[in-house]
């Protein structure tokens, strides 16, 4: 089946820190993938996406890019900042239904 | 604005006392789904829905039903919840076309004594 796989958290780094969390990805087909960011008390929040193989998702000074040989679409970002503590989610879609299947989540706490 | 909200946002309750969690979006979307989010699980797909009169079971449906009588909403029902349904709660409408996009609402923190 469908599923996605993302590194376990909690992720603690300091401000300016370079940020990496690992998702990896199982589908059949060719999904569409995502990054969601869920701040405290908020709903999910759609970070990123990206559609095809090579195609590179960025927001907010974040990317991910979609590895078909890997599946792999890990989300990093250069220098973070304490704003940016929050949980984030992998998610993958297939393009032929709207069924979305989300990672375990990882927390992130950014200190100054 | 685009949005989809859920009320209540915070409920407390007992054993076996029905509730509903209402869920409206306003961006005329005809997929819509209910998850729950539980540490380390993620989010969990509970029923969804493809269009009105359109519903059908997730990953996790024992215990809750759903109806879908008009497009914008999708009401949550929990006709007998037990503590195990303790969680939070998450609306989401998708936009049609390539990228499936959901749109989340503020999610629903119940808790059952």
């Known amino acids: 089946g469908n599923s996605v796989t993302q590194m376990e958290g909690p992720v603690t780094l300091s401000e300016e820190a370079f940020l990496t969390i690992n998702c990896t990805y199982t589908?059949?087909?060719?999904?569409?993938l995502f990054w969601y960011v869920q701040y405290p008390g908020e709903g999910l929040q759609l970070l990123l996406k990206?559609?095809?193989?090579?195609d590179k998702g960025s927001n907010k000074g974040f990317e991910a890019t979609y590895r078909k040989e890997t599946t792999s679409f890990h989300l990093e970002k250069g220098s973070v900042q304490v704003s940016d503590s929050a949980v984030y989610f992998c998610a993958l879609s297939l393009t032929n239904n709207n069924d979305m299947r989300f990672g375990a989540g990882t927390r992130l706490t950014v200190k100054p | 604005e685009a949005q989809v909200t859920q009320n209540p946002r915070y409920l407390i309750t007992v054993t076996g006392k029905k509730l509903t969690v209402t869920c409206s979006q306003n961006?005329?979307?005809?997929?819509m789904s209910w998850y729950r989010q539980d540490p380390g699980l993620g989010l969990r797909q509970i029923y969804y829905s493809m269009n009105v009169e359109v519903t059908d079971k997730g990953d996790v449906p024992e215990g809750y039903k759903v109806s879908r009588k008009e497009k914008r909403n999708f009401p949550l029902i929990l006709e007998s919840p037990s503590p195990n349904q303790t969680s939070l709660y998450f609306c989401?409408?998708?936009?049609?076309?390539?990228?499936?996009?959901?749109?989340f609402g503020p999610g629903t923190r119940l808790t059952v004594l």
């Open positions: 589908a059949t087909g060719y999904p569409s």
């Open positions: 990206a559609t095809k193989a090579d």
């Open positions: 989401a409408s998708t936009s049609t076309g390539f990228y499936n996009e959901q749109f």
């Open positions: 961006m005329n979307h005809e997929y």
